[in-house]
């Protein structure tokens, strides 16, 4: 079959660069015969992972590796033969439809912001991904790309994430809520306070208005906003309470052969919360805002998970979201 979208992945990034991202992309060639992958990175350590060709893999050399402590500016300067430039240079060129990385969310941002650009009337791109709820799952944005906010950029996060969702969940007019110290109108500082009015008077959102930390897991939003330093921290204490709340049911059902038993037959049950509660299968953070897409995976995604990011940047091909973005954007804003 003839690939008819091609994606550019960073093979060197993350916690386990190749070891995990070679094998991942051989698993996703394998689900998805419409697709092709560009693997980019160090050739002589990308290789020894690989069986042998294959017609929809593609290898790029790219001599170095952005650090994830390097500072986003001296990685834009000095680090342009890097695998993370080289994937989303390829999307800057029409080479590649999408890119993914593991990457240095700070360089991947600033190199994105370089070689692609903004929207029209968007400021600032913005880290968007899916939070497990009591139902399906939410959108939540910005999860760290921007700690400090305007009552405009949060109306633009709003937007863009209320755009997405229709795009990948096929829903029409998602519910957009503010995350809030409270519901009530009173509520919040003079930046939230601010956002609530633009938002209640675009009336092509559907928006509900505030929302607290709680009623994110409910689903009572499709599309949850927020500052990237609340977003961020939000998102990493939801991740390690469910790190805990898992360590901790495992402990449990071990303590006494009685727990262990129970533990056996409450095996499906466990399974299916678990699923519900785990990060990685909603790995994949888009980087709304900027005009080519470009997807974020954990630094420490396994082998599945990292397929989850490849397979969102997929989804965001296939569904038009940059263009959808435009369309939008040019009446909206």
């Not at 050739?43 to 050399?61: E, F, K, N, V």
């Not at 509900?208 to 921290?233: K, P, R, T």
Request: proline residues 5%; neutral net charge; hydrophobic residues 40%.
């Amino acid at each position: 079959m003839v690939a008819t979208c091609t994606l550019a992945i960073d093979a060197m990034s993350g916690d386990f660069g190749p070891h995990i991202i070679v094998p991942a992309s051989l698993d996703f060639l394998s689900r998805y015969p419409d697709t092709a992958l560009e693997l980019v990175g160090d050739l002589d350590q990308i290789t020894p992972y690989l069986p042998g060709s294959h017609p929809r893999l593609a290898l790029l050399q790219a001599d170095t590796v952005v650090g994830m402590d390097e500072k986003p500016s001296t990685a834009l300067r000095q680090r342009r033969d890097s695998s993370l430039y080289r994937v989303i240079e390829r999307v800057a060129q029409g080479q590649a439809q999408a890119c993914v990385s593991a990457g240095n969310t700070g360089a991947m941002m600033a190199m994105g912001r370089y070689l692609l650009h903004t929207h029209p009337g968007i400021d600032r791109p913005a880290i968007a991904s899916a939070i497990p709820t009591r139902d399906r799952h939410c959108y939540m944005l910005d999860l760290g790309a921007n700690v400090d906010c305007s009552a405009d950029h949060l109306f633009q996060f709003a937007l863009m994430g209320s755009v997405l969702v229709e795009a990948l969940e096929g829903m029409p007019r998602p519910r957009v809520a503010l995350l809030n110290v409270g519901e009530e109108e009173i509520k919040g500082n003079e930046q939230v306070k601010l956002a609530s009015r633009l938002l209640r008077e675009h009336h092509e959102l559907n928006y509900v208005g505030y929302i607290e930390g709680d009623g994110i897991y409910q689903g009572y939003a499709d599309v949850v906003v927020c500052d990237g330093f609340v977003g961020n921290i939000a998102l990493k204490s939801s991740e390690g309470l469910a790190r805990l709340m898992g360590r901790s049911l495992d402990g449990a059902f071990r303590q006494t052969f009685y727990r262990r038993v129970v533990g056996w037959l409450a095996r499906p049950v466990l399974a299916e919360l678990r699923s519900l509660m785990d990060p990685s299968r909603r790995n994949g953070a888009s980087l709304l805002g900027l005009q080519g897409i470009v997807v974020k995976s954990h630094g420490s995604a396994n082998r599945a998970c990292f397929g989850h990011a490849i397979a969102q940047a997929r989804a965001e091909v296939l569904q038009g979201v940059p263009r959808m973005l435009n369309e939008r954007l040019a009446a909206a804003v």
